[in-house]
Structures are given as C-alpha cells and as structure tokens.
C-alpha cells in the first residue's frame, strides 16, 4: 500500500467516527429531550366554537397526542365521558377539553322549560348556590312613575336549579353601572315562571338569588311576594 492509498484509508476512518460522533450526538440529545418530556398520552382539542349549553358528541373534538406530565388533571383522555354532557360555556376552538367544561343534560319534568340568565356574581351567587338547589328568583323594580315607589318582587318562589355555569367578567364602559362579574344559572320552570323570569331579566333593575332552606316546599304567601319601603312604615 503506497502513501496516497494511506491517506485515503486515514480519511476515512476519520470520517466514520465523524459520522458516529455526529449520531452518539444525535442519540444524546433525543435522550435528553424524552428525559424532559416524558411519556406522551391521548387528549382532545375542540374542533369548532361550541355554544353554550349545546350537547356535546364525539365528532366535535379531534384527537391529539401531548406529553403526559403536561396535561392537567381535569384533561378529559376518554370521550366516553361526553355521554349525555351539555357544554357550560362557549367552548372555543383549539381548547384542549377539560372535565370542568361540560355538566350531566339536564333532566327536564313534564310541562317544565329550561331557561338561563346571568346573575350578578356577588349579590345574586356568593358560590353558594349549585344544581340541584333550589331558590326564590326576586327582582327589583322601579315605580312606573316618579311619584310610585320602587318594589321588590319574588317573581318565582323554590325555582329549581340545573345548573351553574362558570363566572364570566363583564367589559364595561367608565360610566356603565351594572356587575362586573356574572354567572350564567339554568332553571327549569313552568311555562308562566319561565315568561315571569324573562321579563324581570328584560325590565328589572336587578334580578337576585335568594337560597332556600333544604326540604322547605312552602311558597311565601302572597302578601310576602311583594315589599315596598312604604309598608315597613
């Protein structure tokens, strides 16, 4: 083998432990990055912006993969668990679904309506108030002329509650007065108390919560439905 046949041989060899280097570099890295990463697992991304309240399927969510140690608690893995769950606010595409998203349908009893309305955060909730609860629905209005005084009335006494949806801020202007915080609540009501609901949210000053007391089914009587300032005097 003469000198030149040497050198070629040298190259060579320098260029194999060049290319094993290059790939013992390769195998740490993708080590380091899995030792970081982790295993990965099977999640849900929602496909297109869901209303509220809308029943929710499979084929409204597609299938992604992400590392385990990522992903929340409350990631939903298996979309076993939509069956027969209603979204509780607009779920927006490309949100990864969580378990606190949706809620069970409500179950409605013959000749009862769902409705929902948002409710000052602080007055009308204060976290206490869940589904299955049952509460007096009072609004408050102001007297039909400067000279009537102002009145509150339970306008639906024991409504039952469906359910609570996730508190929501409010973008007001300066001068806006009015609740900074809402929480959408769902009532299944008769066909008049759902029409008695809708137009205290459309005309009332407010429209407040009141809770009742578990295992309390008696209405306020008549004459306690509706209070002025004029009658405690």
């Known amino acids: 083998m ?6 070629g041989v040298i190259l060579l060899l320098l ?7 290059a790939f013992g570099g390769v ?3 993708i080590g380091d990055v899995n030792s970081k990463v982790g295993a990965e697992t099977v999640a849900y991304r929602v496909k297109g912006d869901i209303a509220p309240y809308s029943a929710l399927s499979a084929g409204q969510f597609e299938q992604i993969t992400v590392p385990k140690r990522w992903l929340s608690d409350t990631a939903v893995t298996d979309l076993g668990a939509l069956k027969d769950k209603i979204a509780l606010t607009t779920l927006k595409k490309g949100s990864l679904l969580q378990a606190d998203m949706f809620v069970d349908k409500p179950q409605l009893q013959p000749g009862e309506q769902e409705i929902a309305i948002m409710v000052d955060a602080a007055t009308g909730v204060a976290g206490k108030i869940t589904s299955g609860a049952k509460v007096n629905i009072i609004a408050t209005f102001k007297g039909a002329k400067d000279t009537d005084p102002a009145r509150s009335v339970i306008i639906v006494p024991n409504a039952r509650v469906l359910g609570v949806g996730k508190l929501t801020s409010l973008d007001k202007d300066g001068n806006k007065q009015g609740p900074a915080e809402v929480v959408p609540i769902t009532f299944a009501l008769n066909t008049k108390d759902t ?5 205290a949210e459309s005309f009332a000053e407010h429209v407040r ?4 007391a578990p295992g309390t089914d008696s209405a306020p009587t008549p004459g306690d439905r509706t209070y002025t300032l004029d009658g405690d005097r």
């Open 2 to 7: 003469n000198s030149r046949q040497r050198r």
């Open 15 to 21: 260029s194999v432990l060049c290319a094993l280097a």
């Open 27 to 29: 195998l740490v890295v």
């Open 195 to 199: 029409q008695r609901v809708a137009y």
């Open 209 to 212: 919560l009141a809770l009742v």
